[in-house]
């Protein structure tokens, strides 16, 4: 590694749940913070995270409509993993963050990309759900493939698959 | 690292899910066609992954005959983390994955070995949950330990835990 | 790094279940057992297993109560996964490690840090969670921020999220 370069963090986010949200965001703010160059790479149920919280996804075809539907995603609607309990542990979580001064996911994704954190969603799994760039909110980067993550992740000092 | 050593990406594939299983052969094959050295370290749900299909498997003591009933793995019979919906979203997933021309997770399996992957069974799980060399496909090596992983993991560019 | 300077290994264990913990132990005293100098990051619902098994928590407010009542915690409470099945898998899970000779959690933990492993709770969650340090186990390090771990995982051969 060169003198003069950053660091590197690369983070793939697999999940889409709340508490897991947090604990990605967390570390990409604080590496971020800590003056490390840090990539976030959304795949999978994780893509929910970053998805508009308004409006509907337009998508091809019956299944991947339904799929849409079901798995609506948006930083405001994300679960916990454990203790969701048809929705209650997830309102307490939120509470219990607000109570502490803890960002909302939304203001952590906000944050995040203010301090320079690339958000980057993934082909493969856009491709099979249907989605395409305007499914995601703004200061999202353009879609890429999964090359694209090793390539980051092979000059990373810590890579994390959360 | 030598200058002629490739560079190395270790996985470690501890879930049994289709999305988790997808994720980790896409990675696995990209990093082969990037030219990387790839070992796949399969354990606890992930055992499921490289479960042969077809056949049962046999175990000695009454509780290892059930959990190995219920826990009956094969790459044919993994289901989503959300959404299973009753086998109804897995079937859904599957459809999206063969319309997108995405080959399934045995043809991934396939793929990857022909690309050099190695695959590999973790002798702990193995143990507690009475697997021996016979439960798994063709083309899986040998069991070895935690040590094993590690051993790569220390000299790897790239380590996840999936 | 120095030549005199052992190997890092750092685990973040953000997960609760039975069988996570035990992977995460697993690696642990396998690395330590190698020479690596091992650091685990209990975060989120991770912290359950090293919270102490026997009294209840002090903590400030009815929803903290709350959540601490359900999320009890301590290691010998932990669940696995996959196949709980109202504790009995559970229940199996455990037997079966019993009979292979290995140790339980609470040996695991007792056994890691004696061999040096250190095992640090999240102060993050922590705040959020309303947890102090004598929710923890003795043995386990004071709380620390998330800065804390990437400086630790900056400087290691392996990072795992587990």
Request: with cysteine.
């Amino acid at each position: 590694m060169a003198e003069n370069e950053k660091e590197k963090l690369t983070i793939v986010v697999f999940s889409g749940e709340l508490d897991k949200a947090m604990a990605a965001f967390i570390l990409a703010t604080t590496g971020a913070s800590m003056g490390m160059d840090v990539t976030m790479f959304f795949t999978f149920w994780g893509l929910n995270i970053i998805k508009k919280n308004e409006g509907g996804i337009k998508s091809k075809g019956l299944m991947r409509k339904m799929l849409n539907l079901l798995n609506r995603g948006g930083s405001k609607r994300l679960k916990l993993s454990r203790f969701n309990m048809l929705g209650l542990g997830t309102w307490m979580m939120k509470k219990l963050m607000k109570e502490s001064n803890y960002p909302t996911i939304d203001e952590f994704i906000n944050m995040a990309q203010a301090m320079g954190v690339k958000i980057v969603p993934c082909s493969t799994t856009c491709g099979i759900m249907g989605l395409e760039q305007d499914a995601f909110r703004d200061g999202v980067e353009g879609i890429v493939g999964a090359a694209y993550f090793l390539g980051e992740a092979r000059e990373s000092r810590v890579t994390l698959f959360i």
